[in-house]
């Protein structure tokens, strides 16, 4: 019978999930692949809720934050990718790095 | 009940014209068509009509309830005396079988004015009037009032200041009187006014900077609001139950007469004859400020009569304050003359250290002398006599109503009233000045050519004659002269309107003349004035109003002759006065409508007035000639004296070198004799009228000719304007130009020093401003300025590296947070 993974595996894996998103966002220059980055990021920390729900008294707050997390995360992609569509229109790529009109 | 029944009715009457004033002055902006609509006019009408009816029916009830009527009978005072009780209970169910019936038709008046003719066969004036005193009630000659407080104003300290309602027989018949004789007015003014319903009203007395007529909207609304304003604040006056009270419709009564002598405001002359008004009158109001203050001070409250509460005095009114002893004088402090100030029951008030309470009699005199001050101005009385002439620049309405009828007598009025609080040196004062003020007035009225002017002059006399009955202790003859004149003056009035009005505007009677014929209704109802003021009357046959009230106060003069010989003069002049009198109103008469007319353009475009304006000639013309009828046993002389102040049945009787005040009977027993006396002086002056202007016996022109120092002295109106324009209009002129130079040579340096000096001040302060405030902000704003330009390279708008710094930031943060607080 294997044994049951303990809290520390879980964090280890939304660490990894996180880490993994913030890297993908501050490499990537599409802006496709930067949203991605960002559910990464969101969902290494929903894993960390569902990990530490175990701990509180009813044992479902956090299944219930990282369902929050889950819808806001969904509106977030329909703005997010609204944004990216206007920005395709404007300037016929989805290259990030070309939206620099605010430099200071 | 009564006393309840009655102050409901004459509030409704004085306060339906204000309700009028408030629709009334808002009609333009209610009205679709305000300048061409007649609606304003009669709601004044109706206001003052429905007010009229209210009197009608008070002074009715009062009637019944007195039994003034049945010789010696008591029973109707005490009667009522029980009634008062009973109404002076605030908790008392109202009792609706006590209730007066109601006369709501117009014929009522005549009934109630005729009844007394009938019942002339009482000799003598008796009225009764139960009064608790020690073992029960006892008989005695007083007054019946009912007094009481409407309204609290305002509490501060002890001085509370109230609206009190005060009634008695003398407040019902100025009530009645006022409201018909306004009622008749304000219908003529429906007439005479009527020019004044267009949008474009053309003034010919009035004249711009380069020669034209005047034009401007017709004010038709306003002046019947003004009316009706006026006559809310005289019936106010009326029925005011504190001295306080009665000046406050005083100065309203006066603020009116100002708007309505400067109606046509246009006119130079108009408006400087209501500033002459308004300040004249405000000379009288001072003294009568300082009688107010005075009255404060040492009584302690302003009301006239006692308000009772459960048959219970709780304020105690000023005339039951003062106590008059068996022989009529006040009663005095035996060491220092002071006159005590006493309670209800006579007893004598103290003071909280136990001292009796008094007042300086010379302070009393100084109460009596300011609140006459006061009447003088308002009464336009000699020395302030010029105001009324000069107020003729009014419409003729208003000149009927405020300056003849009701206004003026506000004075007589409020003499009559505070009467018992009159020492001996006031009342002579009083006298004197009347007497004076008839002599001078009527002589000014021989010469006079204006019609309007003629009947000013003749107002100012025969308000001498008031107060000079007032003045020689005949209360009622001053009281009972009041409201004969004021029906027959404002009769002549209205017939000097509808004459100007028929003559297009001419008021200069050498221009008139033989406008019997053009004119009849005026002309006979003026007559029919005419015969009133000049007591003219075939004795035992029939006699007018005016007879019946001079000869009253005549015998009182008399009288007062008989028991003061050193005051002759008090009996002479207005015996020779009503010769003049006599004289000057035939002499108008005969002027306008007699002979043949002088000025044929005027004559050719006269025509009789509309009926609106005639019908309440006819009016007033029945009551000029009637009202008085039975004389001194008729209805009005009985309803008037049935309050008079108690102490004038007997009498004052001289203390030292004093004067001396006639007791009624000794009136009542000179009336033959001067009556005759005064018929005479009537007839002979008639008879010089009618020879000098009514024939063309003597040349009139020559004997002016021949009398010219004479005439051109009366024509200058005894010179007073000068003498007052020499006395105080020039000195003020004086002081006036000197106060110009000081002000230019001195406060203007001083001025003008401290703006130069604010200026070098300035200077500096703009200099600190410019260089340290500015800097200081300036320096700020540029620090601001340079951050943000080494700051903005950092924005460099690249996605990624943004990522990046939150990232280092992240581990940065976490790197501070484990070094800080390890484990």
Redesign the interface.
Known sequence: MLHDPDLNSYLFIGAVLFVCGVICMATKRNAIGVLMGVELVLNGANVNFVAFSRYTTLGLDGQIFSLFVIVLAAAEAAVALAIVLNFYNNHLTVDVDRGNKLKG | MVGETLQKLLMTAWLLPLLGFVVEIFFGFWSKNPRHSKAAAWTAVGCIGAGFLCSLTALVMWGTASNAFDDGDAEGWMSQQADINHARHPHHEADSSEGAPPHEHEGADHDAEHHGSSEAGADHILTAVATEDDGGPKLERGQTVYSGTIYTLGVFGSLELTLDYYIDSLTLVMFTMVTLIATCIHLFAIGYMSDELTDEYVDHFAHKADGSHVHRPGRFYRFFAFLSLFCFAMLGLVLAGNIFQVFIFWELVGICSFLLIGFYTERKTASDAANKAFIMNRIGDFGFLIGLMVLWTYFGTFRFGDTMVDNEVVDQGLFSMVHRAEDGNFDRDELTGDVLITGTDGHVLTNEDGSNRQIPYYLLVVVGLGIFAGCVGKSAQFPLQTWLPDAMEGPTPVSALVHSATMVAAGVYLAGRFFPMFVQEVLLTIAYTGCITLFLAATIAMVATDIKKVLAYSTISQLGYMMLGIGVFGWAAGLFHLITHAFFKSLMFLCSGSVIHGCHHEQEMPKMGGLLKKMPITAITMLIGVIAISGLAIPGVIAFSGYHSKDAIVASALAFKNANSAHFLLFFIPLLTAGITAFYMFRLWFYTFWGAPRDQHVHDHAHESPWIMTAPLLILSVFAAFCAVGGDHGYLYLLLTGDEPAHLEAGVTAVGDGITLPAIQDIVDEHTTAGTWALVAAVSGTLIAYILYGTNFVNVEEMKRQLAGVHGFLTNKWHFDELYDALFMRPAHKVAAFCAWFDGAVFDRILHGAAKATVVVSKWDRVFDENVVDGFVNLIASATQSVGTS??????????QY??FI?LGVVALFAVMFTTFPG
């Not at chain 2, 390279?793 to 996605?799: D, F, H």
């Open positions: 700051l903005k390279v950092v924005q460099t708008g690249r996605l990624r990522v990046m990232v």
